[in-house]
């Protein structure tokens, strides 16, 4: 039974197994004027996916929208492994204490990545992920041979 009426008039259409009709072509985007659209109350339209990803992988600065960029996940992960070293300071003035292991982790991925994007990196995102990796493993080598923090600069004295 496709089509019934319901005791009130409604008219009810079974359209299971009938294709949908397909939309109306989209009108081409209006062209860009200097903002009048966003101050008018219309928001801006959303970047095309291919800008996102243009935008995400040229290493450029980070888009009205705040896209994520390659260059802020090497970052987050350099702080992270920063603050387990003990080289950072809190809002409060204090340094957290120190954390090897997660400081190796992040270290640890940092290579990680270094490795799987090799080739795929433009310039700046390589030699930020070079000289920072660099930087984090010199000094994750001091806090490993550095001698224990209860002897003094003399050594044990007797």
Not at 103 to 113: E, N, V
Request: aromatic fraction near 2%; charge should be neutral.
């Amino acid at each position: 039974m496709p089509e019934e009426k319901d005791a009130k008039g409604f008219k009810v259409i079974d359209r299971r197994g009938v294709e949908p009709p397909s939309p109306p072509p989209a009108p081409p985007p209006p062209a860009e004027t200097s903002g009048s659209a966003a101050t008018e109350g219309n928001p801006p339209s959303p970047p095309l996916v291919g800008d996102l990803k243009s935008a995400a992988t040229e290493g450029k600065g980070p888009s009205s929208l705040g896209v994520p960029r390659f260059l802020d996940l090497v970052q987050s992960l350099q702080m992270g492994a920063m603050v387990g070293l003990g080289l950072l300071q809190g809002p409060d003035g204090k340094r957290p204490p120190v954390n090897l292991p997660g400081a190796k982790d992040a270290i640890d991925l940092l290579g990680i990545l270094q490795e799987k994007t090799k080739g795929n990196l433009t310039k700046e995102e390589e030699e930020v992920l070079r000289e920072g990796l660099y930087h984090l493993r010199m000094g994750y080598m001091a806090m490993i041979n550095a001698p224990p923090a209860g002897r003094g600069k003399g050594g044990d004295q007797r």
